[in-house]
């Protein structure tokens, strides 16, 4: 009798030793907050989302969506950088993020430094959508008009170093007119004043642009990914209307504050990737003109250095101010 | 178009028992939102958005409607009872409706605010269903010159929202347009008046500077005069109903408004904020009892009132039939459907009529559902102001400050609140008005973003703005209104008192 209850007890000892290392291996163990740094309703809120909900479903846990807007992205990124580095708190980043250390003087945060990078969830291609009036129906022809009026024509972005900024001053240089940027609040306001003629063009998302394309009430001339978008595949390239080298996208990443260990970020990234190959997450993405790219962990650091050097290489070039 | 056609379709969607359900839980949610100081309809909406992830895209869209239009008429009980606008709109009710309250005429001001709400929603309605397609096209004709011409008109129209002295009224103004100053610039990307917080890169919230101008300056201000009272308001259905003569005052600022707030509403970008404040101009001008203004006009919540209603419904129309939400609810709202994949824009009309007729159509029934909702519930209201002062203060201040922190969940929007709160004190006691500093800070980015945008356009050549026909026929009348104001300073009008009207 009294082995018996040695017995049991150096089982249920047992017992507990293994669930306790089951429990430490099966990370997340507790709810996680995914951050986005934008207002409910934008891209990148959309996207995470769809993210957490599917994440959340895979993991047992749930995804808390937080929206700390505020400062571009900065009062959200600020916020997620100064978190523990437990792999709890993670946050949506888009190319945005790589854009702003190339033209903000001062961030509250080190931009390269201060995140672990996690994964790549998808990018979309934006849209060079022309007011109904222009004088031209195909790039080739439009970009000769714009040549053909020195220090008259407008085009729309939105803001000082946005991509729609940096999306508008490439194209700029490339075809060599000498078009004014003018700033709006957001893509919907520019593409209201394209849709009013008001201003020439607006480099814009796909998702934005493609319901008054499709009403005849914007021209889609180009598109700015390296291949044709599938929402839309009779819109020509950029690169195939002789801009070459020109590729521009939004893309949305996942992040975490400095220092999470390894093995968790790698079961973020994995999980993650597991998220992006299902049908379900591809027909959302889909329905946004996007497509998910899944990348390594290594690959996607490899990716956001990229990203930070060619911004600031070309806000140097083309003099958007520091 | 065939209206009754369209009318049948979206009444078939909206009185689907799902919809009604969602349409009744928005706008009961959304009241109960827009009641709570420092709520206001963006917060409530970002609240309830997460929830309509999972209904369907008209469902949702349905009770997010109701959210929004609940909490903007919601608001207004606020501003009437404890003087706390909810939203810039509702803030142009506090000018006459506080005084109302605090003449023991709150339960006339809730049961006319109604009405006007009710009326002015219907209106817009109305105006969604038939003149769609012309304010859309109306809608794309205005750039950036033609913005700029009607906001410098709303802003010298609704400078002369100003009472006793308009010197004060102008130093007002002119400090809203500084506060409205504060953040990044848009053309240039240079922060400007930031003092190094982060948190003011996009500026001060409204909500802050709304909820401590007004609300917690009102409460510090009434510690000292006020200890332990209570206002004795008359809480019988009978006591709400107004008199023939307040009646007959109120129909045509009513209709007014529901014209000006139609028009604003469809505007992008402007919205029922300019709408309220232009209403209510326009009505003091046109009254014959202008000086009764500012202590308990009827025609001064009904205006803005019906305005503010009336903008909200039409502000749908550039959301769902151009994809450009005209104010960041509505942008909100438009997430909403497109998380489930539809986008909004020109085609909606044609290839999901069930969902812009429905919602539409849904608006309508949402609105009586609000009157259903709100007439018995004004006694209950009513009752809020005879908790004593003491008790009901504290509670107040913790409800502004809930509400302001959810809004970004930052604290440091809750000290900028008690700060506004302070310098509304200091405002208060040296008799300067608040009213005409919000127009500032609402307008004054609006001119000032419109202009840069417009002279950037036309190369620097502001005689290409006065030559469009529109921006020139609105600056024309910007200018007219200027000299008469100037007329009226040095020569004022002789008051002529009616003898029905002698005090």
């Known amino acids: 009798m009294k082995n018996l209850t040695r017995l049991s007890s150096c089982l249920a000892s047992i017992v507990l030793l293994l669930s306790a290392s089951i429990a430490q291996a099966a990370f997340p163990d507790k709810p996680i907050t995914l951050i986005v740094p934008f207002k409910p309703g934008g891209s990148n809120d959309i996207v995470a989302r769809q993210l957490g909900k599917q994440l959340s479903a895979d993991w047992g846990q749930p995804v808390v969506i937080e929206n700390k807007p505020g400062a571009g992205s900065d009062v959200g990124s600020a916020y997620t950088a100064s978190q523990k580095a437990d792999g709890y708190t993670i946050q949506i980043a888009s190319v945005t993020f790589t854009m702003r250390p190339a033209i903000i003087a001062k961030q509250p945060f080190d931009a390269q430094n201060d995140f672990t990078r996690i994964a790549l969830v998808g990018q979309s291609p934006l849209m060079l959508g022309v007011r109904p009036g222009a004088p031209a129906d195909n790039a080739k022809d439009y970009f000769e008009y714009l040549r053909s009026k020195p220090g008259q024509l407008s085009y729309g972005a939105t803001g000082v170093g946005s991509i729609q900024h940096f999306a508008g001053e490439i194209l700029r240089k490339a075809i060599g007119s000498d078009i004014q940027a003018v700033q709006y609040k957001g893509g919907a306001p520019a593409m209201k004043d394209v849709m009013g003629d008001h201003i020439e063009f607006s480099i814009g998302s796909l998702t934005q642009m493609l319901p008054p394309y499709k009403a005849g009430q914007i021209k889609g001339l180009a598109v700015t990914s390296a291949t044709r978008s599938e929402s839309a595949p009779e819109i020509p390239t950029l690169q195939e209307v002789g801009v070459d080298g020109y590729e521009i996208v939004q893309w949305w990443g996942i992040l975490g504050p400095k220092g999470i260990p390894g093995d968790i970020v790698n079961t973020l990234n994995s999980s993650i990737n597991k998220v992006l190959k299902t049908s379900e997450f591809k027909e959302a993405l889909a329905k946004k003109g996007s497509t998910p790219r899944p990348m390594s962990v290594p690959e996607f650091s490899a990716w956001m250095d990229k990203n930070f050097s060619t911004w600031i290489r070309v806000a140097k070039e083309q003099n958007i101010k520091k | ?503």
């Open chain 2, 1 to 503: 178009m065939d209206i009754f056609a369209n009318i049948m379709i979206g009444l078939d969607t909206a009185i689907s028992p799902v919809n009604l359900l969602y349409c009744f839980i928005g706008v009961f949610l959304g009241t109960f939102f827009g009641v709570l100081p420092g709520i206001g309809s963006l917060a409530a909406i970002s609240m309830v958005l997460p929830v309509t992830f999972y209904l369907e895209p008209t469902t949702a869209l349905v009770m997010l409607g109701g959210v929004y239009y609940g909490a903007e008429y919601g608001g207004s009980t606020a501003s009437i009872l404890l003087n706390l606008p909810g939203t810039p709109s509702n803030a142009v009710t506090c000018i006459d409706g506080y005084p109302m309250a605090q003449k023991g005429k709150a339960g006339l001001a809730l049961f006319m605010t109604t009405i006007a709400s009710y009326v002015g929603g219907t209106l817009g309605i109305i105006a969604l269903f038939v003149l769609s397609p012309i304010i859309v096209a109306w809608a794309l004709v205005f750039g950036p010159a033609e913005y700029f011409a009607i906001m410098i008109l709303g802003l010298v129209a609704a400078a002369t929202v100003t009472q006793d002295s308009p010197a004060k009224g102008l130093a007002m103004v002119c400090l809203g347009l500084l506060l409205g100053c504060t953040g990044m610039d848009l053309e240039t990307g240079v922060p400007r008046f930031e003092y190094e917080f982060i948190e003011l890169y996009e500026g001060f919230s409204f909500i802050t500077i709304a909820m401590g101008l007004f609300g917690v300056s009102e409460i510090i201000f009434s510690v000292k005069t006020a200890v332990g009272r209570t206002f004795d308001q008359a809480v019988t259905f009978k006591s709400m109903l107004p008199s023939r003569d307040e009646l007959r005052r109120s129909i045509a600022p009513m209709l007014r408004g529901a014209g000006v707030g139609g028009f604003f509403g469809a505007l992008p970008g402007t919205g029922p904020s300019i709408a309220t404040f232009v209403g209510y101009a326009i009505e003091k001008r046109v009254s014959d009892r202008p000086e009764e203004f500012g202590k308990g006009a009827i025609e001064g919540i009904m205006s803005p009132e019906s305005a503010n209603n009336a903008a909200v419904q039409t502000a749908f129309i550039p959301t769902l039939t151009l994809g450009i939400p005209g104010s960041a609810s509505m942008a909100v709202m438009m997430g909403a459907l497109m998380i489930h994949g539809i986008s909004p824009g020109p085609q909606l009309m044609v290839e999901r009529p069930d969902i812009f007729w429905g919602v539409a159509m849904s608006f309508w029934i949402g609105n009586i559902f609000l009157l259903v909702l709100n007439i018995p519930l004004i006694g209950f209201w009513i009752r809020i102001l005879k908790v004593p002062y003491h008790l009901l203060y504290p509670a107040v201040i913790v409800l502004i400050c809930v509400g302001v922190y959810s809004f970004r969940t930052s604290g440091f929007d809750i000290a900028m609140v008690l700060l506004f709160g302070m310098l509304g004190f200091v405002l208060r006691s040296l008799k300067f008005e608040m009213a005409p500093l919000l127009i500032g800070f609402i307008l004054g980015p609006m001119v000032e973003e419109n202009l840069r945008r417009a002279m950037l356009i036309f190369r620097g050549d502001f005689w290409a703005m006065v030559e469009r026909p529109i921006s020139g026929t609105l600056l024309f009348l910007t200018l007219i209104l200027l000299l008469y104001t100037t007329y009226q300073i040095f020569f004022p009008k002789k008051k002529i008192v009616a003898g029905d009207s002698a005090q």
